[in-house]
């Protein structure tokens, strides 16, 4: 079964620091694999995908994440964090590789970043 | 492009009420999603469709139903209210792709007392 695990459940960082938010994943075939930002009473946006070709993937708002499929994990992170950084992020993967593919995402349960001035 | 979009923004009903979540996409896409957010839950599908016509369900279809009849619209319809869908419903939308990301709405919040 796929799944998807975000360890921890908030980060809190420094603004001007770099960030890292955590995500492994399982799945039987080739994993897609996205990052979503939430800011408060708002709907997910994308930041960035992962579906095949170079481990570091580049987003939106200076975001990247690294693919690592020996670890099974798809960290997301950013050199110099923000203030306006501080929102709730959700891993998701898909598996590539099944039939009849319908579109549909797995989540994690979300890891809430704190940036602090 | 309005993109996504839903309605109403918040509803509070009473156990045993019905209601129906309105959602419409304006980007032509056929596959359509609906989730429920519970506080450190992420995100649970409820129910999908792969185009007009064609629904299925997802990991949490209990106490929901669904319809396609446009490329549209996809409202969820909740028949018996129950406490237990108080939640927070997101709609979303994505190109026919297997690597094409999904486009959300800005939620409906939902209270059942």
């Known amino acids: 079964a796929q799944s998807v695990a975000q360890p921890e459940d908030q980060v809190n960082v420094a603004e001007g620091n770099p960030l890292t938010v955590k995500c492994t994943y399982s799945v039987s075939g080739n994993p897609y694999l996205f990052w979503y930002v939430q800011y408060p009473n708002r709907g997910l946006q994308f930041l960035l995908k992962y579906i095949t070709g170079d481990n570091l993937v580049k987003g939106s708002y200076g975001f990247e994440a690294e693919f690592n499929k020996s670890q099974t994990s798809f960290h997301l992170k950013k050199p110099s964090a923000l203030v306006s950084d501080s929102a709730l992020y959700f891993c998701a993967v898909r598996d590539g590789s099944r039939m009849g593919n319908t579109g549909k995402l797995i989540f994690g349960q979300g890891t809430t970043l704190q940036v602090k001035p | 492009n309005a993109g996504v979009t839903q309605t109403p923004k918040f509803r509070i009903l009473k156990i045993g009420q019905s209601m129906t979540l309105q959602c419409t996409q304006d980007?032509?896409?056929?596959?359509m999603y609906w989730y429920r957010q519970d506080p450190g839950m992420g995100l649970k599908l409820i129910y999908y469709s792969v185009g007009a016509g064609i629904t299925d369900k997802g990991e949490v279809p209990n106490g929901y139903n669904v319809s396609r009849s446009t490329t549209e619209d996809f409202p969820l319809r909740l028949e018996l209210a129950a406490p237990s869908q108080t939640s927070v419903y997101f709609c979303?939308?994505?190109?026919?792709?297997?690597?094409?990301?999904?486009?959300f709405g800005p939620g409906t919040r939902l209270t059942v007392l």
């Open positions: 980007m032509n896409h056929n596959y």
């Open positions: 979303a939308s994505s190109y026919p792709r297997e690597m094409g990301e999904q486009y």
